[in-house]
Nanobody
Framework: QVQLVESGGGLVQTGDSLRLSCLVSGATFADYGMGWFRQAPGEPREFVAVMNWSGDRTYYADSVKGRFTISRDIAKSTVYLQMNWLKPEDTAVYYC?????????????????????WGQGTQVTVSS
């Protein structure tokens, strides 16, 4: 059973940076594409970033492109989300997720339906 545990959230000011981490266990980490999603109060959960299973493709939501970077450390079974130039509208609970299909041939999945395991979420609050 795949388990994901996020960490690294917190309260920061506009323009600050944060790095979120997501530790994955119970699966061969390198076989799975990994995504980050977020959910603001009263809003549906939305896609943020994804890295495919082979690690050679990434894709970002337009709202974070150029500010956020997804990366991974296979040896640590951890995926990261580096968030720079944070804005108040980035305030949300951030979730990492593992692709439902190992070694999926299509490059990147932005729909929640493509993910089979989720972390518990970590709160990011950006004050103005």
């Amino acid at each position: 059973q795949v388990q994901l545990v996020e960490s690294g959230g917190g309260l920061v000011q506009t323009g600050d940076s944060l790095r979120l981490s997501c530790l994955v266990s119970g699966a061969t980490f390198a076989d799975y594409g990994m995504g980050w999603f977020r959910q603001a109060p009263g809003e549906p959960r939305e896609f943020v970033a994804v890295m495919n299973w082979s690690g050679d493709r990434t894709y970002y939501a337009d709202s974070v492109k150029g500010r956020f970077t997804i990366s991974r450390d296979i040896a640590k079974s951890t995926v990261y989300l580096q968030m720079n130039w944070l804005k108040p509208e980035d305030t949300a609970v951030y979730y990492c997720a593992a692709d439902r299909i190992p070694r999926r041939k299509s490059a990147t999945i932005t729909s929640e339906l493509g993910y089979g395991a989720w972390g518990q979420g970590t709160q990011v609050t950006v004050s103005s």
